[in-house]
């Protein structure tokens, strides 16, 4: 069980815009910001989106991301078969231990 | 090329020590935290702990705190993930990854290293 809600699965067709959600509460998302990774098929996670909605450098501006209270979202507008990985979010919760990176479960995404 | 290099797949017997390694190039190694994820077969990310290889300051994750240990070596820009007695349910693939910032709440990885795959089977 994940402390960020992600769904599991999205899909999309090549030229399609997809959101992915992530719900968490006011302890993460509510008071810290979100970042997004994405991981190819065998290949370790990469940085997609810090700080709730900038681009490292080389991220195609196709991805963004957004915040809203205690939720998040990434986007990807005109999606290609290259984006076809698992999708995380995460962010960094204010429990009684200290700060702790708390991610998503992840979702599969699929370009039909 | 900032780059991290993680220690090579270990096969394992339960009760029996392991010591993964990960290994930072191109920057300052002291001055970026580096943290530990795992990722068990088929599942999603989950995090283990962080240190600050400048002075060793160590944070665990409540979950994995007492089960394993991190430490580094800025003499040699390695952190370290060990475990003094592998359980079956230790078997993931383990990656390193370095915080990109110090702003408070800001925990996002820019650079991982390539995972280490640990199984642990009798």
């Known amino acids: 069980q994940s402390v960020l809600t992600q769904p599991p699965s999205a899909s999309g067709t090549p030229g399609q815009r997809v959101t992915i959600s992530c719900s968490g509460s006011s302890t993460n998302i509510g008071s810290n910001p979100v970042n997004w990774y994405q991981q190819l098929p065998g290949t370790a996670p990469h940085l997609l989106i810090y700080?709730?909605?900038q681009r490292p450098s080389g991220v195609p501006d196709r991805f963004s991301g957004s915040k809203s209270g205690t939720s998040a979202s990434l986007a990807i507008s005109g999606l290609q078969s290259e984006d076809e990985a698992d999708y995380y979010c995460?962010?960094?919760?204010?429990?009684?231990?200290?700060?702790?990176?708390?991610f998503g479960g992840g979702t599969k995404l699929t370009v039909l | 090329e900032v780059q991290l290099v993680q220690s090579g797949a270990e096969v394992k017997k339960p009760g029996e020590s392991l010591k993964i390694s990960c290994k930072g190039s191109g920057y300052s190694f002291s001055s970026y935290w580096i943290g530990w994820v795992r990722q068990m077969p088929g599942n999603g990310l989950e995090w283990m702990g962080i240190i600050y290889p400048g002075d060793s300051d160590t944070r665990y994750s409540p979950s994995f705190q007492g089960q394993v240990t991190i430490s580094a070596d800025k003499s040699i820009s390695t952190a370290y993930l060990q475990w003094s007695s592998l359980k079956a349910s230790d078997t993931a693939i383990y990656y390193c990854?370095?915080?990109?910032?110090?702003?408070?709440?800001?925990?996002?990885?820019?650079?991982w290293g390539q995972g280490t795959t640990v199984t642990v089977s009798s």
């Open positions: 700080s709730n909605d």
């Open positions: 995460a962010a960094c919760d204010d429990s009684l231990n200290g700060q702790e990176v708390v």
């Open positions: 990854a370095r915080r990109r910032g110090y702003s408070y709440g800001d925990y996002s990885m820019d650079v």
